[in-house]
Nanobody, 125 residues
């Protein structure tokens, strides 16, 4: 059974950077869209960014444009989320997710059918 495995979370100071990684393991994986979502305590899960394995198309939550960058390495079968200029409000559990097609609903959590276990990101002031 395929699982998404995230890594790279941790504790960082305000203004710092982290790079999250996500890779499928455990079997054949045929999902074209990979997304990152996050969930802070007491809040709903929200979309951060997504990328297409095939085309490299990207889509971002507007508020993260310029600070976060999603990328993929097809040879390593890995998706990354580079997060710069981190703020305390970025503190959350970050989840990697996968869905079959880029459209529709690349920013909609319920459209994704594979999820990672989540990795904690804590930004301290």
């Amino acid at each position: 059974q395929v699982q998404l495995v995230e890594s790279g979370g941790g504790l960082v100071q305000v203004g710092g950077s982290l790079r999250l990684s996500c890779a499928p393991s455990g079997g054949t994986f045929s999902r074209n869209a990979m997304g990152w979502f996050r969930q802070a305590p007491g809040k709903e899960r929200e979309f951060v960014a997504a990328i297409s394995w095939s085309s490299g198309n990207t889509h971002y939550q507007d508020s993260e444009m310029g600070r976060f960058t999603i990328s993929r390495d097809n040879a390593k079968n890995t998706v990354y989320l580079q997060m710069n200029s981190l703020k305390p409000e970025d503190t959350a559990v970050y989840y990697c997710a996968a869905k079959a097609h880029w459209n529709p609903g690349v920013a909609v959590a319920t459209e994704y059918d594979y999820w990672g276990q989540g990795t904690q990101v804590t930004v301290s002031s």
